[in-house]
């Protein structure tokens, strides 16, 4: 089974999220995603993310907490993707490697087009959107 990871960083004091745009020589090229990639062999998923993320943006704040967020998985059980939230109190502007070739931070339901396939099935889903909000709701009420 093929594993990986993302996240998308989700600032506290704008109620914004960041998604990154695919480069055009990647897969899904051109498309609007969350930060991350596969999970190697012997590696945990947190340990996953913090490589993915310290490879694909070479500097950002310091996350508050991660949160999962959703589990796909393919209907084959051939391809796992768990997905996190990454809370920070202020946005940034993430230094890219190759693989992106832009960024974005975007309201919750405005998302930008178009969507990497896996990610949209993600932030279309309601439940999924109840959960960021209900991860907002929580945070700025503390």
């Known amino acids: 089974m093929i594993k990986a990871v993302g996240t998308i960083f989700l600032s506290i004091r704008t109620n914004r999220i960041l998604l990154g745009l695919r480069s055009a020589d990647s897969s899904h090229p051109l498309t609007w995603s969350f930060f991350g990639g596969k999970v190697e062999e012997g590696e945990t998923l947190g340990v996953a993310l913090q490589r993915e993320l310290d490879e694909e943006l070479l500097a950002f ?3 508050i907490k991660t949160i999962p967020f959703d589990n796909f998985v393919s209907n084959d059980d051939g391809f796992n993707y768990a997905s996190f939230v990454s809370l920070i109190v202020d946005e940034f502007h993430p230094i890219l490697n190759a693989e ?8 919750i339901g405005a998302w930008p087009k178009p969507l990497h396939t896996g990610t ?3 932030l279309h889903n309601k439940n999924n959107i109840r959960k960021l909000n209900l991860i907002l709701n929580r945070t700025n009420s503390n």
């Open 120 to 122: 949209k099935l993600i």
């Open 61 to 63: 704040p310091k996350i």
């Open 100 to 107: 992106h070739v832009g960024y974005a931070w975007v309201n």
